[in-house]
């Protein structure tokens, strides 16, 4: 149940006819009078569970409700990856429903909500990918012009080794305008806790800033890939390839996950976006494997922008080899297949250098420590992505656990 205006409106599903329906009744009419708006056909509802949310945008005139609405389209007999999965109905008083998609089969999002900023002209749907519980991701359309983007959206509330499945986001029920911000809670059942995030509001508010004065870090991503299903798909992770990569779960010793990206016939890539940050200290670390000597150019640990790769941590012929602005540096330091590595780049967003550190993680001792180096493109200073990226070559495996991104400036949103 939503308002409208003066109008009070319902909308329910009836799942049998794939359909979604709505109703409204007017406050100053008769009580018993109620109208009926077009119904909506979203296409997966008869096969199981539907999830539903509602919210209105209440510009003056122009008032209209939206629902976000999760199918089990995954359950079909014929289901393509590609087919629409949760999709966002518009309904008004005067005019024929339309619907918008927000993600497919392939991306597995679950407990969708939807959230309306009629002063900023934003739609926000945030979801948690896998249904089962994960990171939580959102996505913006303009309210003047709905279209969402492609793949699982920007991680929103990363799956942490506390709280690895998070489900089921929630937000406030009032009306969001440009003072107010946007806070969505999301709960991990099984650990019994809740995950935050924030858009528009200073996420740094109540932490303890560092005895020296300088800015808290905020943890951005913080995957460890513990309790996820051995040989299932690497949830939040994005693969580039074609045809694409195998990016799975995998145990290689005692009960640790960790996430294996093969190499293809074509260059394999898998990737874990973040919401955009363009000011301050980034930090990513994380611990990977390789299992054969490379013939081409393995990039263990890559920090991409909107412009493409920014740094890198390289493996060519076994050699930790990096770049230094257009110049291209071999440390000389040689890594063996089959020993784990932990691997830190740290990013100064203002300056557009970097550091590099290479740590053996058996022992923790230092390999490799480089700074004051700048950064392959500076083209701009928008950091978005981790990435891990192998060459064509059969056999080459590349395995990654306790990826994390820090960062000490609140994300921009």
Known sequence: ??????????????????????????TGGPDDLWQASPDAPVTGLRLGEDQLSVATDRSPGAERLFVAVRTSAEEAPNRGRLDPQVVVVEFSTDADPMSYLFGRVEEQHGGPIILVNSDARE????????????????????????????GLGTLLIPATEQHPRLESPTSTKQALDETSGLVIAATDTLAGLYGFGALGVDATAGTPAPSDGSPAAVPIVDNTFDGLAVGAAVPGWVVDGDPLPSFVIRVLTGSNSSARLSSSTTDARACVAFREISEGVLRVEAETLFNLAT????????VRGVSGELVAIRLRNREVVYQDGPTRVRSGLILAPGRWYHSVL???????????????????SILLQDEGLVWRSTDSSI?????????????????????RVTSNAAAEG
């Open 1 to 26: 149940m939503a308002s409208l205006g003066t109008l009070v409106a319902i909308v329910w599903t009836r799942p049998l006819d794939d359909l979604v329906s709505m109703a409204w009744h007017d």
């Open 123 to 150: 739609l926000y749907v945030a979801a948690s990918a896998p249904k089962a519980g994960g990171p939580i991701y959102y996505k913006t359309a303009s309210l003047d012009r709905i279209a969402f983007p492609t």
């Open 295 to 302: 013939e081409g150019e393995l990039r263990m640990l890559q």
């Open 346 to 364: 740290t990013l100064d967003l203002a300056t557009k250098t970097y550091a590099i550190e290479l740590r053996d993680a058996t022992d923790d």
């Open 383 to 403: 950091v978005n992505r981790v990435c891990a990226e192998l060459p064509p070559q059969p056999g080459l495996d590349l395995y990654l656990d306790d990826v």
